[in-house]
């Protein structure tokens, strides 16, 4: 998949320019940070309540995204790179905009395989950390507790859990981690790579599971024109009818 290579360029840019004009960026990478199998939740579902919320990330009163955007470019993807604009969760308490976007590079993996990649970034299992919102809006509203961050809990751990979750369950050759907490403009200047993403997930969903293939009928018609591999896919479920 080249669909999002553009888009990726973009970001490298988007962080660039946050760091010119003054903003917190940090590079924590994989390997830094508490071990993220310490704070595995062992399968066992993770509920932190208000009382006990240490910050709230991305909740519905600001603004919130979480993407996957992937390539076959693998040049694209710095592997191992945790990249963080603004305060880190031990930093703030209270609440804070959210942004998490994962830079996948494979060249194996198929194109249809995207809408697992975009649901497995809410499967994480971590003690300390609650996940709460559900990825068909391509959002993510989730929780830190205080017992989780007087451990250690921080995007380090985060990103580190995220890349060593993905990479167990998915065939890919590198993966890079991306967080924006500085502001609710910061993390809504990403809303065009969101929407797009969006479209693309949605037109693959009702090819996969409406079986639906007739282009004059389909409000995802336009991001089908100009999304290469959508093409491919309709043609192939196509063949196989």
């Avoid at 694209?76 to 790179?81: H, R, T, Y």
């Avoid at 300390?128 to 989730?142: A, F, R």
């Avoid at 969006?198 to 004059?216: H, P, Q, T």
């Amino acid at each position: 998949m080249k669909a999002f290579d553009r888009d990726i360029t973009r970001l490298r840019e988007y962080i660039a320019e946050r760091a010119e004009i003054g903003k917190k960026v940090s590079r924590l990478d994989f390997g830094n940070g508490e071990d993220p199998s310490s704070f595995s939740s062992e399968g066992k579902p993770t509920i932190i309540l208000r009382e006990d919320t240490w910050v709230e990330l991305g909740n519905p009163g600001t603004a919130s995204l979480a993407v996957v955007l992937l390539t076959e470019s693998l040049e694209l993807v710095n592997d191992g790179a945790i990249s963080l604009v603004g305060p880190d969760i031990p930093e703030v308490k209270g609440s804070l905009p959210f942004a998490q976007i994962l830079l996948v590079g494979s060249t194996t993996l198929k194109d249809e395989d995207y809408r697992k990649l975009n649901s497995a970034q809410y499967e994480l299992g971590l003690k300390g950390y609650m996940i709460k919102s559900l990825p068909s809006g391509l959002s993510i509203w989730s929780r830190a507790s205080k017992d989780g961050v007087q451990d250690g809990l921080s995007f380090a751990v985060l990103g580190n859990a995220l890349g060593d979750s993905f990479k167990s369950r998915f065939d890919l050759q590198s993966l890079e981690v991306i967080f924006v907490t500085s502001s609710e403009d910061d993390v809504k200047e990403l809303g065009d790579i969101s929407d797009k993403a969006r479209r693309i997930l949605g037109a693959m969903n009702k090819m996969v599971e409406e079986l639906s293939f007739d282009c004059s009928t389909c409000e995802y018609s336009d991001v089908c024109g100009e999304v290469l591999e959508l093409k491919k896919m309709r043609q192939k479920l196509l063949e196989s009818r």
